[in-house]
């Protein structure tokens, strides 16, 4: 199974890929196992983009895959089975309505293993301080694709702040770079999935 599910993800067949993935499961299949096939098959399709060798449009597809196999498989499995490295909260900060970023990311931090509250887009800065305080998550998550969302992130780090959390803080999307890291005060930044995924992992590890 591990070879065959790897390479229809990898290889973008989507259908075949869930045909195969709910065949596995009908046959009495390991749940955990299907998911963490797809974890490695993310991780590849997260390389290849690195790379240059995949596009948006690949990475969108294979965010999309994961989730309906997901899906499926979250039904078979075990209360607790599923080994979560963390719980993050994430969401588009206010002024900025892009969803398209957010969503990859979304895809590829789930498929690592972080549980993600999702609070959407064009969130302001109360909503992101009251998801935090409701969740107690182990790091946040911010996307942004416009200038005037760098403002905002600002901002909404130092609600955060001022309320008292120190929970770490990732910033994304394509206006994002190290200045804007440090302006705004975040702890890491990422301008794709793949990276924004290994940061957050050595952020709820530090």
Not at 1 to 11: A, Q
Not at 104 to 112: D, G, H, P, R, S
Not at 178 to 206: F, I, M, P, Q, T
Request: charged share 30%; net charge negative; with cysteine.
């Amino acid at each position: 199974m591990d070879k065959k599910l790897y390479d229809l993800i990898v290889e973008m067949e989507e259908q075949d890929a869930l045909d195969y993935a709910k065949k596995y499961l009908e046959d009495g299949g390991d749940a955990q196992k299907l998911l963490d096939v797809c974890r490695d098959a993310m991780d590849e399709v997260g390389n290849r983009f690195e790379k240059g060798e995949y596009f948006l449009s690949e990475l969108l597809l294979g965010g999309e895959i994961f989730q309906s196999i997901m899906a499926i498989a979250l039904p078979h499995l075990g209360e607790g089975s599923q080994q979560k490295l963390g719980k993050m909260v994430l969401g588009t900060v206010r002024e900025d309505i892009h969803d398209i970023g957010k969503d990859i990311f979304k895809a590829f931090v789930e498929a690592a293993g972080f549980e993600v509250v999702d609070i959407g887009v064009d969130v302001p800065e109360e909503k992101f301080v009251e998801a935090v305080k409701e969740h107690q998550p182990d790091i946040v998550g911010m996307s942004c694709l416009i200038t005037a969302g760098m403002v905002t992130m600002k901002s909404t780090i130092e609600a955060l702040r001022d309320a008292g959390f120190k929970t770490p803080v990732i910033i994304g999307g394509g206006r994002v770079d190290e200045d804007v890291k440090v302006y705004v005060g975040a702890d890491a930044w990422a301008d794709d999935a793949a990276s924004g995924v290994r940061l957050s992992k050595e952020l709820v590890e530090a």
